[in-house]
């Protein structure tokens, strides 16, 4: 099984696994408008969110295989929360993967 977040956002496509390794970045012509400090702020934007909803898939993930675990384990698995968006990414999370 793979388990990857995508987000979107201002010509910017994410890819990313869990703890937030980059897997793929797709550019467009719009996304290059307004220069390299614009563009770099909605690189990391997409990246952000799209590593916490594969954080969120995964932390869905691992728990139904090995039971509740609190979130200083997951953390330290590399599954850790950013508050302000793991919210977001929990809507992401397909129902069947939820414990």
Avoid: C, H
């Avoid at 099984?1 to 012509?29: H, K």
Wanted: hydrophobic letters at 40%; aromatic letters at 2%; charged letters at 25%.
């Amino acid at each position: 099984m793979s388990i990857t977040g995508t987000a979107r956002g201002g010509g910017v496509t994410a890819e990313v696994a869990p703890g937030g390794a980059l897997r793929g970045l797709e550019l467009t012509a719009e996304a290059l408008r307004g220069g390299g400090s614009a563009l770099s702020g909605k690189i990391l934007r997409a990246v952000r969110e799209a590593a916490a909803q594969a954080n969120e898939r995964a932390r869905n993930a691992v728990t139904a295989e090995l039971g509740p675990l609190d979130d200083a384990e997951l953390t330290r698995l590399g599954l850790g929360r950013e508050a302000d968006l793991a919210e977001r990414a929990e809507e992401t999370t397909p129902e069947t993967w939820r414990a």
